[in-house]
């Protein structure tokens, strides 16, 4: 059977208004809105979110309704619910087109997100580059206070929320959800000690929700069409549907929305393949942190469970496929250059490890040294993984460890020609035999 596609947050991008307010009440906008308010508690929202089985599609997975019950009722303090939109690891390119062509939907979960925690004021934290999307999002904010759907008694329901756009400076630590809270408060972005947690002591020490705008923005389609119906898409433990961001050397890039627990090479099939006259070596399963999979992984279920039993993170389902043209120790140089760069410097193992990790990769490439630069590389792997201050030491040494374990032998080739055996200036290029469907 064919796979189809489950357009259901990008049902209206093929609209040249889908981005106004008049193009997403055609398609049921504000609709899950008007219900949650008027026809359920905030408890009952929350339920029937945990219910739904939806989890976090930033890359963590945890699940977003039982996130939502960590905050607790009755303080006296205020409650804030922020949302992650600085998109920025490499290959990772489904919240921004999101936002462009569709930013109502996101707002709508967010409004009604905040009445489940019972929150009076949200933020959206939106990278400072993609200005496009940001005068999108404002523009947007700006239709729904003006159509009652942000700020006093919104739809006379006596709750009440502020919606802040927040434009940050760039930094892609920002996007680890404690140091996207020092960020919004002024500070220099940098993870936080947790214990507390967010839910505990977040933005301005008050309980906060920090969601994925993919999150977010699938809260209204469960709350509009009910827990069952999403439970239709993806698999038992890991429900619903979401983007799959297909990059690199196929036919057809582009967002690819179905239902979790697809296979790449049913996403392949959709995007017509591997580009003429080529084969699959190599891809990423969630976005460059994720270990590497093989033309051996092509019927893996990407699911949270099946990725993860595989060897791999689903992470952010974005998918970058190569083929056999690409040496993949360049490639993995590429990445720990940018993991290098962007490490914020607070802890020791990211800072002086990602550094070393760039310095032993230019020799590899470069074809010098012995084979026990591969086991340098890997110790320092090891000094690193686990011992960050957050996720961003473990991000970087997983391709590197992966791809050892998959292409060893390519890495050797470099040493043994002392040069990259995929420099156009070879006479010969080293071609290994690849096998497979693509």
């Known amino acids: 059977m064919t796979l189809k596609l489950a357009p259901v947050l990008s049902r209206a991008w093929d609209e040249q208004d889908s981005y106004t307010l008049d193009g997403y009440r055609r398609h049921d906008g504000y609709t899950a809105l008007r219900k949650a308010l008027t026809e359920m508690?905030?408890?009952?929202?929350?339920?029937?979110?945990k219910d739904s089985g939806l989890r976090g599609r930033g890359g963590g997975g945890f699940a977003t309704g039982v996130k939502w019950s960590f905050i607790p009722q009755g303080d006296g303090k205020p409650?804030?619910?922020?949302?992650?939109?600085?998109?920025?690891?490499?290959?990772?390119?489904?919240d921004i087109p999101f936002m462009l062509a569709n930013p109502h939907e996101l707002i709508e979960g967010i409004v009604i997100g905040a009445y489940a925690i019972r929150s009076e004021q949200a933020f959206i934290y939106v990278r400072g580059e993609v200005t496009h999307v940001v005068r999108r999002l404002l523009a947007a904010v700006r239709e729904a206070y003006a159509a009652?759907?942000?700020?006093?008694?919104?739809?006379?329901?006596?709750?009440?929320?502020?919606?802040v756009v927040h434009v940050g400076a760039g930094a892609y630590i920002c996007g680890e959800e404690t140091a996207l809270l020092d960020s919004l408060e002024g500070r220099r972005g940098q993870p936080r000690n947790?214990?507390?947690?967010?839910?505990?002591?977040?933005?301005?020490a008050s309980p906060t929700v920090v969601n994925n705008v993919e999150s977010v923005a699938s809260v209204p389609s469960i709350i509009r069409r009910g827990k069952d119906w999403f439970r239709t898409f993806g698999s038992e433990k890991s429900a619903g549907f979401g983007f799959f961001s297909l990059s690199g050397h196929v036919v057809r890039p582009g967002q690819y929305e179905v239902g979790l627990g697809v296979t790449l090479r049913e996403l392949l099939d959709l995007a017509g393949g591997i580009r003429h006259g080529h084969r699959l070596k190599?891809?990423?399963?969630?976005?460059?942190?994720?270990?590497?999979?093989?033309?051996?992984?092509?019927?893996?279920?990407?699911?949270?469970?099946?990725?993860?039993?595989?060897?791999?993170?689903?992470?952010?389902?974005?998918?970058?496929v190569f083929d056999e043209t690409t040496c993949v120790v360049r490639a993995v140089l590429r990445w720990t250059e940018f993991y290098a760069h962007e490490s914020c410097g607070k802890c020791t193992p990211c800072r002086e490890g990602t550094y070393w990790l760039v310095q032993a990769y230019r020799r590899l490439e470069a074809g010098q040294g012995s084979?026990?630069?591969?086991?340098?590389?890997?110790?320092?792997?090891?000094?690193?993984?686990?011992?960050?201050?957050?996720?961003?030491?473990?991000?970087?040494v997983s391709p590197i460890v992966s791809s050892i374990k998959y292409f060893r032998d390519e890495y050797l080739e470099h040493l043994r020609h002392g040069c990259c055996?995929?420099?156009?200036?070879?006479?010969t290029v080293w071609a290994p035999a690849l096998t497979g469907a693509y």
Do not use: M
């Open 371 to 396: 084979e026990a630069e591969l086991e340098k590389l890997l110790d320092i792997c090891d000094n690193i993984n686990g011992r960050a201050f957050c996720a961003l030491g473990d991000g970087a």
């Open 282 to 320: 190599f891809w990423t399963p969630g976005g460059s942190s994720t270990p590497l999979f093989t033309e051996d992984h092509l019927d893996v279920p990407l699911d949270f469970e099946n990725v993860q039993a595989a060897g791999s993170i689903l992470g952010t389902r974005a998918l970058q």
């Open 148 to 163: 009652g759907f942000l700020g006093k008694d919104i739809l006379g329901s006596g709750f009440d929320l502020e919606l």
């Open 421 to 427: 055996p995929f420099d156009p200036a070879r006479t």
């Open 194 to 204: 947790r214990p507390p947690f967010p839910a505990v002591e977040g933005l301005y």
């Open 79 to 94: 409650h804030y619910f922020v949302v992650n939109a600085d998109e920025s690891e490499p290959g990772t390119c489904k």
């Open 41 to 49: 508690t905030p408890d009952e929202v929350i339920t029937e979110v």
